[in-house]
């Protein structure tokens, strides 16, 4: 009889762009939400917890790909006894399944409806360094008004939160453009209703940031060498036809003011880019009435983001302090956050045009940024140990724990076997504890306990003499009754 087969183990390891976050990760980002949250709570905002599942018709046309659903989302069809189904998708942004939600329960909605949300989101892209296809967004919108007070309102808020997670004023420039200002520029330059050039266009227009005013006109015009020596074709339009772009792109000023008189001349006699510029001052107007000038919050031409997206104005916040790259280089951290105006999405379900307007933060990248400026610990404190010295005796260990968790002071009773007693602090180490609390038959005996302040041992035993170890000692003895006492004098010691 032939042996069965064995089943081969699967392997232990995380798919391809996704990856495991430990307890300190998990906690901060927590701690990060719940401040954001308290910003958006406070501004008016309720919350809202949408599936994580839509239908593929559901996330519609802001698909990467529309032509084929499973490409750029992690989708899979339902099916039926016909083999017939609808195609599902894990969400890809927090936006989409708002209008979904928006259209589905207007009638019992206020108007307008403002809301946030916070969560994961999926993109099946390709992973690079830092860029995984798992992350965390946190979103806010109000939907069901055209009032230019509520774009002013998304940017008064970004400035606000920023501040409050630990971004100091200086730091940070929540920058404002508008897309209509932009659709002015392609009707100045006369490209009418032509699709393809005017994708080519809003292509280069994208590429200033890295190429500049130079790159930008090569591009528009006969094209350019790369830094690679290639060359790289341009659209063909003519010098007159670019110059809208480039007075565009070079637009702003040292003053709003001025800013906004510079791109009335790019755009011309377009009507739609006019309406743009106007909303520009409103928005400004309002920023301004409120406080937030523009060492906070400034009007830049230059901000062009989810161009076949937004439909007004468009907003990103980006961190301006410097930081070193892998290659020890300086360069600014960039944008955390961003967002605009898309009166269009909520549209596809209704047929009729809602508009509305969020922003969106990047959790990780802000977190990240944190942890640049030194505003989070890299390693969190860990819970006091109850050591178990008699095994016997696990109610009275129990007893010290309830008490110090009673107290408000996170702990533990060591789980594991009792036996080696080393273990147990090498346990305590892994943990990163603050302090370990031993009581033995002796100290049983004479009412007391030995509280061992573990950071305090770790810096002696790294560079103390023996008198030193001798004059700073890190164990102490303490009657039971004092111990609650002595922990949080010690833990107060070490903050």
Known sequence: MAKPKKQPRPKAITPKGFRDYFGEEVTQRTEMLRNIAGVYHHYGFDALESSAVETVEALG??????????????????????????????????????????????????????????????????????????????????????????????????????????????????????????????????????????????????????????????????????????????????????????????????????????????????????????????????????????????????????????????????????????????????????GGRYDDLVKRFTGQEVPATGISIGVDRLLAALREKGRIHTQAKGPVIVTVMDRDRMADYQTMVAELRNADIRAEVYLGNPKNFGNQLKYADKRNSPIAVIEGGDEKAKGVVQIKDLILGAKIAESATVQEWKERPSQFEVPRGDLIAKVREILDSQD
């Open 61 to 338: 046309k802001f698909l990467p790909d529309v032509d084929r659903p499973n490409e750029g989302v992690f989708a899979w069809q339902e099916v039926d006894e016909n083999d017939k189904g609808d195609w599902m998708a894990l969400r890809y942004d927090l936006t989409a399944p708002l209008a979904r939600v928006y259209a589905q329960h207007r009638n019992d909605l206020p108007t307008p409806y403002r809301r946030y949300a916070m969560g994961p989101v999926w993109r099946n892209e390709k992973p690079g360094p830092g860029r995984y296809r798992q992350f965390y967004q946190c979103d806010a919108d109000t939907v069901g008004t055209a009032s230019m007070a509520a774009d002013a309102e998304i940017c008064a808020m970004l400035s606000d939160t920023l501040e409050t997670v630990g971004i100091p004023r200086g730091d940070y420039l929540v920058r404002v453009n508008n897309r209509k200002v932009l659709n002015g520029v392609l009707e100045a330059m006369g490209l009418g209703e032509d699709a393809s050039a005017r994708n080519n266009v809003l292509r280069t227009i994208d590429k200033f940031d890295k190429v500049g005013e130079k790159g930008v006109r090569e591009l528009l015009t006969t094209g350019r060498l790369d830094t690679s020596g290639a060359f790289i074709d341009g659209v063909g339009l003519s010098e007159d036809q670019a110059e809208p772009v480039i007075a565009f792109l070079t637009s702003k000023a040292v003053d709003t003011a001025q800013t906004l008189t510079n791109l009335r001349e790019a755009v011309g006699d377009s009507k739609i880019g006019t309406d743009g510029i106007l909303e520009l001052e409103q928005i400004g107007a309002l920023l301004e009435a409120g406080g937030y000038s523009s060492d906070r919050v400034e009007i830049d031409p230059s901000v062009v983001r989810g161009l076949g997206y937004y439909t007004g104005p468009v907003y990103e916040a980006e961190l301006t302090f410097e930081i070193f790259d892998e290659k020890g280089r300086k360069r600014q951290f960039g944008s955390v956050a961003g």
